[in-house]
């Protein structure tokens, strides 16, 4: 049976041509604007409360839009971006060490394996110099170095100092910055703050987004929420995955009910594995911890040169250690992009030279920075990250290396969005984590951050304008519309049906069986044979969840069963999706590791004569359609990508 369709090409038609440099501000010109009057005739419907979300939701009502704004938190501030670590892209040159603009650009599409758009990628470049201004215009309190200026450090992927950070806890203080705004424009009316609410499907009504229907967790309420645009900004899909490094609430259910309404899903399968992980201890846990990427500046990751040496760290002499990555990749050693360095750990591991109970580990050693700059340096950086760590594993990291192991982390994937962040949907707005645009095939570290609110704070309102020009032409649309009557029921009948099977297997019993079947087969090294075996057995597990699955209780209150029950169910399809995706992709690049399609020495090998192209799937059942936007490269011209 074919496993999917090709349908026609498709473009992004609202990147101006012309010099790259200009592009941004000449696409900010051309298009519409509402005049103030005007905008609070509008509503705006903002779902999630992270970077992205906050940000762009402050900045709208700060515009003068009404705003709704939905998050299934407590709080807005409990959004994931909160666990963030180790920093923020910027190209400021504050190091004077070549950084630029151009370059960061450059480190970026190079980093993507050159799977992304240049026109999105420069935009985002030029536009996180206006990032660090308006957080420290917030009062972020980002690190300093003596003389007050602020501090920078090194992050994957690139030879510059560009990262920003404040400590170990650079995605928490950057939200509580959004969060202040966001309050701000919530004291003034101009925000309408909902949350413990689930978005559980986009209404569309004569082929525009107008709204949302939401339960509330609390109470069970079910109700439709209507608006003049829709904006998701609801984060990535690892949990598909089981175990990631994602909060237990982060899924795809938002991007997934839009997915089947017309919304096409790009490059689903292109998932980051985060190098630095405190390793799986045993079958009893529900996620795994990061350790930040920022660890690798002055930490070595390091193996036994011996297979099943298993003496105590510092029982291995120097001349009997393999500081693998710097002997690889003597240009950026330790400082490699997350995919290189992930795929090096399960290379040494698989050879029999993994540390830790399991052998599925590797050291993060930093007595040689601790001996050069003293222990109050290291604590002043990196402090709270030791301090986690010791928590969890017991064992201090003054004394001894870290252990650390790839998982599941960031989703470059994600739904298809032109340069103007809008959808398939008229009317959809996507952004953050939860769009596909800027990454390309992997992430460098310390640019979520960045994307998140570049596409918050400066992207989103100047391009929804262009759209909300239009509004008055729309036509009024309340609760009371069929389209939107039928939308609302069609959730109550999923609710109902998943409440009366009353089978045998808990909801975590399933995704937890979903997980080990993706962390297997579209994990971090992918095969024909393995990704086909894989798609039978999640249709399979799908069959058996539809028929076996228990959700105690009702829909009347607080049950996160049946919160959990949902999202997994949307899970099953998009894992079915993921591995359809990296099955037609027959080559590596990135993320994406193909095991029959790698160079002599175990790189990724891509196949730009065929591949060099975005894959938006477009929902059609059980066997999508799968619809191909070629990318172009003018400036940043694919090389096989080195790091040696």
């Not at 009062?139 to 007050?148: H, K, L, Q, S, T």
């Not at 996620?287 to 920022?294: A, P, R």
Request: net charge negative; proline share 4%.
């Amino acid at each position: 049976m074919d496993l999917y369709t090709e349908g026609d090409p498709i473009a992004d038609t609202r990147a101006p041509d012309g010099p790259i440099e200009t592009r941004w501000d000449r696409r900010r010109f051309e298009a519409k604007l509402v005049n103030p009057a005007n905008r609070r005739k509008l509503t705006v419907i903002v779902v999630g409360t992270g970077l992205a979300g906050g940000s762009a939701a402050a900045t709208l009502a700060e515009q003068g839009y009404h705003v709704k704004s939905y998050c299934y938190q407590d709080s807005p501030r409990r959004a994931h971006s909160i666990a963030a670590q180790g920093g923020i892209n910027a190209a400021k040159n504050y190091r004077n060490d070549g950084d630029s603009v151009h370059r960061l650009f450059y480190d970026t599409v190079k980093g993507g394996d050159f799977r992304s758009r240049e026109s999105n990628v420069h935009r985002l470049a030029e536009v996180s110099v206006n990032i660090i201004d308006q957080c420290v215009a917030q009062g972020v309190p980002f690190a300093r170095e003596y003389g007050g200026l602020l501090d920078t450090r090194s992050f994957g992927g690139a030879q510059v100092q560009r990262t920003f950070y404040a400590r170990g806890q650079t995605g928490q203080q950057l939200l509580l910055g959004a969060y202040q705004a966001l309050e701000r424009q919530i004291g003034l009316g101009n925000v309408e703050m909902n949350a413990r609410h689930e978005m559980l499907e986009l209404v569309v009504v004569d082929g525009r987004a107008r709204g949302i229907v939401v339960r509330d967790l609390v109470t069970g309420e079910i109700t439709t929420e209507m608006a003049d645009a829709v904006v998701l900004a609801s984060g990535g899909y690892g949990n598909v995955f089981y175990l990631s490094t994602n909060a237990k609430g982060c899924n795809v259910t938002a991007s997934w009910r839009a997915h089947r309404k017309g919304a096409y899903f790009a490059n689903p399968c292109y998932t980051q594995i985060h190098p630095t992980c405190i390793p799986v201890s045993g079958d009893h846990q529900s996620k795994l911890t990061l350790m930040s990427e920022s660890l690798r500046n002055d930490g070595r990751v390091w193996v036994p040169k011996a297979k099943g040496d298993s003496r105590p760290a510092k029982d291995i002499p120097e001349d009997e250690r393999d500081y693998y990555l710097e002997r690889i990749y003597p240009s950026f050693g330790n400082l490699v992009p997350r995919d290189i360095a992930s795929r090096a750990a399960k290379n040494v591991c698989d050879s029999g030279r993994g540390v830790g109970p399991s052998g599925l580990g590797v050291y993060l050693d930093f007595a040689d920075a601790i001996n050069r700059l003293g222990r109050k340096a290291i604590e002043a950086k990196y402090g709270n990250l030791f301090e986690m760590y010791e928590r969890i594993t017991g064992e201090d990291p003054y004394e001894v290396p870290m252990r650390i192991y790839p998982a599941v982390h960031y989703t470059m994937g994600g739904l298809w969005v032109d340069y103007d962040l809008q959808s398939t949907i008229p009317g959809l707005f996507v952004i953050g984590e939860a769009n596909f645009s800027d990454h390309g095939a992997n992430r460098l570290g310390a640019s979520a951050l960045m994307q998140g609110l570049a596409d918050g704070y400066f992207v989103l309102p100047n391009t929804l304008a262009n759209y909300l020009a239009g509004a008055g032409s729309f036509g009024k649309v309340d609760a009371s519309h069929p389209e939107v009557v039928a939308t609302r029921t069609a959730v109550e009948e999923r609710i109902q049906k998943l409440l009366s099977i009353n089978g045998d297997r808990t909801v975590d019993s399933f995704h937890r069986e979903l997980g080990q079947i993706m962390w297997e087969h579209c994990g971090m090294e992918r095969s024909d044979a393995g990704l086909r075996k894989a798609i039978d057995e999640i249709r399979e597990l799908r069959e058996q969840f539809w028929q076996r699955v228990r959700v105690p209780g009702d829909g009347e209150g607080l049950n996160q069963s049946l919160e959990k029950a949902g999202r997994v169910a949307d899970f099953f399809e998009l894992a079915e999706l993921m591995c359809i995706d990296a099955l037609h992709r027959e080559e590596s690049c990135g993320g994406h590791f193909r095991a029959e399609h790698q160079t002599p020495d175990g790189e990724a090998q891509r196949d730009d004569d065929r591949f060099a192209y975005v894959a938006a799937w477009e929902y059609a059942g059980d066997q999508p359609v799968l619809h191909k936007e070629d990318l172009q490269f003018e400036y940043v011209h694919p090389t096989q990508r080195s790091y040696k």
